[in-house]
């Protein structure tokens, strides 16, 4: 009898400790490029052919996904965003892609896609409209998802504007019900929770977690550092609350990097990347991935730095101290590494020199660990829980380290 209990309660605890949609997907941080950060709503196909929310942009960008290495660093999906639709739904009530600007269609781009080895994603809205004004799904969730399966759709981004939020907690696992009825696994990032933020409405995380495999908790990112700084202080202040839903299948979603765009410096660059990385975060880059300069490219295809981001656990890591202008971000990987990421915010010239005593940083391990930097691939020395670590960071710039605990103990 006591063994038939206690087998019930590990049956229960690992039904309770299941996140995510039934669907087996992002069981890493999914990661892919996504159009509207850096492409907006650009209808204009007839002047700017190249740069419009179209067919050929996002044929364009799977390309370079295959070509340039993205694909192979793990790079999947190509989301379209806002402004892909048509102004008007068919006569059977279908979302139609606009006919101008899609006129292959969205299924036709669906297999280009795929035929590269590659995912594809779009977007829709929970209540009338779109935020950019397009047809809204309130009211016709089980047909969009239906369409959104036919089409071949592999993720499916459903925002939140003209909708009321107090109705979602109950709207979006609706639309999860109709995206799990149609069989096709789509993966489903809902803005939700960011609707509730703006609101002063709580998010319930728990039931989030379990309708979505991505969600966007905060404003938009824009091209400019101070954005990505105000992101990172959200999801300090925040970061009890977001790691504990963070798992295989469900992640907190900061919302798209814009490296190699118009503002980040490189050292910035590197600052999101690695940033992105530790939260565990989507990787969706919203950038020209035709005409993005080299040393940006060489930072997204950061192999060991994405490593760090899918690694298995799901885990976010968290803001383990911050002074002077310098924050200490980390996290222990599935395989008991420790990552750690040194941001500074200072703008004072040269490189701040910075201590922390290792177990300050997240250490646990008895062992030592011998630690390299994720950026220049040199190795930084081993160091043990109670020694002192020193490092310099470069002004707006960051330091990611990470610490393989050596055989021999400290
Ligand atoms: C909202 C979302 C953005 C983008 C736009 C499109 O602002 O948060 O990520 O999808 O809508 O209109």
Redesign the pocket.
Known sequence: MVKMLQCLVVLVSLVVSVHGLDNGLALTPPMGWMS??RFR?NIDCKNQPNDCIGEKLFMDMADRMVEDGFKDAGYEYVNI???WASKERDSAGKLQADPDRFPSGIKKLADYVHSRGLKLGI?NDFGTK???GYPGSLGHLEVDAKTFAEWGVDML?M?G?YADVKTMPQGYPNMTKALNATGRPILFSC?WP?YERASKIQPDYKLIAKNCNIW?NYI?IQDSWDSVLKIIDYYAQEQDTLAAVSAPGSFNDP?MLIIGDFSLSVEQAKAQMAMWSILAAPMLMSNDLRTISPEFREILLNKEVIQINQDPSGKMGKRVMQETGIEVWSKTTADSKLAIVFLSRRTDGIPTNYSIILRDAGATSNSAYEFIDLFTWKSVGKFGKRDTMKVAINPNGVRMLLGTPAKTAA
């Open positions: 509207w950060e709503c965003d806002d402004c977007y779109t935020c950019g981004k925002d504007c803005s960011d966007r938009d919302d």
